[in-house]
């Protein structure tokens, strides 16, 4: 019952930007904390970014700190990720991801999160 569908990706030129958004459903969303990763051909999921339920609180990847932003908007059950001054290396499909739990000991691991959406491709060119 719980959906999450992630939109915004694209192709994009080194340098440019790009906002993602997961709108998600089947869950009281203000509740939850939400989180976003992404996974590369060949590689590992990565994490990319976390926010607390309230919004108050944010944690990143170092890799993208100072370059993409997580916001969320409850009332719209809404998390989005601005994602500027792309890299090739940020190249990857971009999951969104919702707890089964209220409480995150480790917002950074993906087992922390028991829902995640079908992915978004972002492909940045050089």
């Known amino acids: 019952q719980v959906q999450l569908v992630e939109s915004g990706g694209g192709l994009v030129q080194a340098g440019g930007s790009l906002r993602l958004s997961c709108a998600a459903s089947?869950?009281?969303?203000?509740?939850?904390?939400m989180g976003w990763f992404r996974q590369a051909p060949g590689q590992e999921r990565e994490f990319v970014a976390h926010i607390s339920w309230s919004g108050g609180a944010t944690v990143y990847a170092n890799s993208v700190k100072g370059r993409f932003t997580i916001s969320r908007d409850n009332a719209k059950n809404r998390v989005y990720l601005q994602m500027i001054s792309l890299e090739p290396e940020d190249t990857a499909v971009y999951y969104c991801?919702?707890?089964?739990?209220?409480?995150?000991?480790?917002?950074?691991?993906?087992?922390?999160?028991?829902?995640w959406g079908q992915g978004t491709q972002v492909t940045v060119s050089s």
């Open positions: 089947g869950l009281t969303f203000s509740n939850y904390a």
């Open positions: 991801a919702a707890p089964t739990n209220k409480v995150i000991r480790s917002p950074i691991d993906p087992g922390s999160y028991g829902y």
